[in-house]
């Protein structure tokens, strides 16, 4: 593809742009470590998205802990 053609400073640029959207826009946009184990990275983008759903109203909220 056209962006693994390119060289690591596009790659760098790209990155760091990520990162001053991130601290810019941190209740929209998250940043996810991806060298974490890959079950460790999905729990975490599924609890993120499931998370933002909620707090949106999307998705039902979740009763407190030992609340029936």
Known sequence: GRFER???EF???VHDKYREIAARD???VVIIDGDRPMDA???LITATVDEK???AGLLPRL???GVR
Do not use: G, N, V
């Open 26 to 28: 941190s209740h929209r």
């Open 63 to 65: 009763p407190a802990a």
């Open 41 to 43: 990275i999905h729990r």
């Open 6 to 8: 390119e060289d690591q």
């Open 53 to 55: 759903l909620r707090s």
């Open 11 to 13: 790659h760098r640029r």
